[in-house]
């Protein structure tokens, strides 16, 4: 059985009832390799001890990716052959053992509890009752509300628990430096926003930044606007958009878009890209219709490269 093509082939439905039962085996076994493949490399990945707090990288965890977490960040510290400073946003699905396991791969590092998280938010922002509601509905506003409560430094980074790096990310690495002030980001495929940048920009007078994607940047700390947010939960065409998934990510380009030192995409080597294989790039993102491919194309070459 052919687990994966190359290129990769994002996941659909299938049309038939037996082609769907087809493509369900294919995903279970598939997942019995992914499991072996990620236990692997956790084995395989050396610790660092965080002794420093720059540069500042945030990441939101889940249950379900919660090994993906654990080998992107691990191999980002591999990668530089030193430890960055993380902060782990627990989403609500992190138990005690999950965060041992973390507090054991990154000594010194920050895990902030989702129980912990909203009390502080309900605090700071208890003059923001349209932001408090976003938390509350969105998990994904996490990684841009709870980055600007959380984050110490003028510079602050995001990184999603699906993206793996092949080589030392020179770039992104660099543009926390503080003589950089651009905004930076991953180029996404398409604008992917609740609604089209010309409607954004017609009803609300702020246009969004072109193909941002918010699984990876680079930001000034004081371009996330919580004001704004909330001026922009407010307006009346969000409440045709409370519900979409895609209401971070369209707020994160509309900061970047009025930045007063602009946004700007890292290299195509960083870009999302269902097809792109990854000794042409520098970074992956394994988005949703090709996380299969997280495992089964990228660990796999990592290994076969002796990266790790």
Same mark, same amino acid.
């Given at each position: 059985?052919?687990?994966?093509?190359?290129?990769?082939?994002?996941?659909?439905?299938?049309?038939?009832?037996?082609?769907?039962?087809?493509?369900?085996?294919?995903?279970?076994?598939?997942?019995?390799?992914?499991?072996?493949?990620?236990?692997?490399?956790?084995?395989?990945?050396?610790?660092?001890?965080?002794?420093?707090?720059?540069?500042?990288?945030?990441?939101?965890?889940?249950?379900?990716?919660?090994?993906?977490?654990?080998?992107?960040?691990?191999?980002?510290?591999?990668?530089?052959?030193?430890?960055?400073?993380?902060?782990?946003?627990?989403?609500?699905?992190?138990?005690?053992?999950?965060?041992?396991?973390?507090?054991?791969?990154?000594?010194?590092?920050?895990?902030?509890? *989702?129980?912990? !998280?909203? +009390?502080?938010?309900?605090? @700071?922002?208890?003059?923001?009752?349209? /932001?408090? &509601?976003?938390?509350? $509905?969105?998990?994904?506003?996490?990684?841009?509300?709870?980055?600007?409560?959380?984050?110490?430094?003028?510079?602050?980074?995001?990184?999603?628990?699906?993206?793996?790096?092949?080589?030392?990310?020179?770039?992104?690495?660099?543009?926390?430096?503080?003589?950089?002030?651009?905004?930076?980001?991953?180029?996404?495929?398409?604008?992917?926003?609740?609604?089209?940048?010309?409607?954004?920009?017609?009803?609300?007078?702020?246009?969004?930044?072109? *193909?941002?994607? !918010?699984? +990876?940047?680079?930001?000034? @700390?004081?371009?996330?606007?919580?004001? /704004?947010? &909330?001026?922009?939960? $407010?307006?009346?065409?969000?409440?045709?958009?409370?519900?979409?998934?895609?209401?971070?990510?369209?707020?994160?380009?509309?900061?970047?878009?009025?930045?007063?030192?602009?946004?700007?995409?890292?290299?195509?080597?960083?870009?999302?890209?269902?097809?792109?294989?990854?000794?042409?790039?520098?970074?992956?993102?394994?988005?949703?219709?090709?996380?299969?491919?997280?495992?089964?194309?990228?660990?796999?070459?990592?290994?076969?490269?002796?990266?790790?």
């Amino acid at each position: 059985m052919k687990l994966i093509s190359s290129p990769l082939v994002p996941l659909v439905s299938a049309k038939t009832i037996s082609g769907r039962i087809a493509l369900r085996a294919l995903n279970e076994v598939r997942n019995i390799f992914r499991r072996q493949l990620r236990q692997e490399a956790l084995s395989r990945l050396p610790v660092y001890k965080t002794i420093h707090n720059y540069p500042e990288i945030h990441m939101l965890i889940c249950r379900r990716d919660f090994e993906m977490a654990i080998i992107t960040a691990a191999l980002l510290n591999h990668l530089s052959k030193t430890a960055h400073s993380f902060t782990f946003h627990d989403d609500g699905t992190m138990d005690d053992q999950m965060e041992k396991i973390i507090c054991q791969q990154f000594p010194g590092t920050l895990v902030v509890r *989702r129980d912990v !998280a909203d +009390l502080i938010a309900s605090q @700071k922002l208890s003059t923001y009752p349209a /932001l408090l &509601e976003f938390r509350k $509905k969105h998990v994904m506003a996490l990684k841009l509300v709870d980055v600007a409560l959380w984050g110490q430094q003028d510079r602050v980074g995001y990184l999603d628990s699906d993206i793996l790096f092949f080589r030392y990310p020179e770039e992104f690495i660099g543009a926390f430096e503080k003589k950089v002030d651009v905004n930076y980001f991953n180029r996404d495929m398409a604008d992917a926003y609740v609604t089209d940048c010309c409607s954004i920009e017609k009803l609300t007078g702020f246009s969004p930044a072109s *193909r941002i994607n !918010a699984g +990876l940047w680079v930001m000034n @700390k004081k371009d996330i606007d919580l004001n /704004l947010i &909330e001026s922009w939960l $407010k307006h009346p065409i969000m409440s045709n958009y409370k519900s979409d998934y895609r209401l971070e990510q369209t707020f994160t380009a509309m900061l970047a878009g009025i930045s007063d030192t602009g946004a700007a995409h890292f290299s195509s080597g960083y870009d999302v890209s269902f097809e792109k294989k990854p000794e042409k790039s520098i970074a992956k993102h394994y988005v949703g219709r090709i996380r299969y491919g997280y495992e089964l194309e990228g660990i796999k070459y990592l290994f076969s490269n002796g990266i790790i």
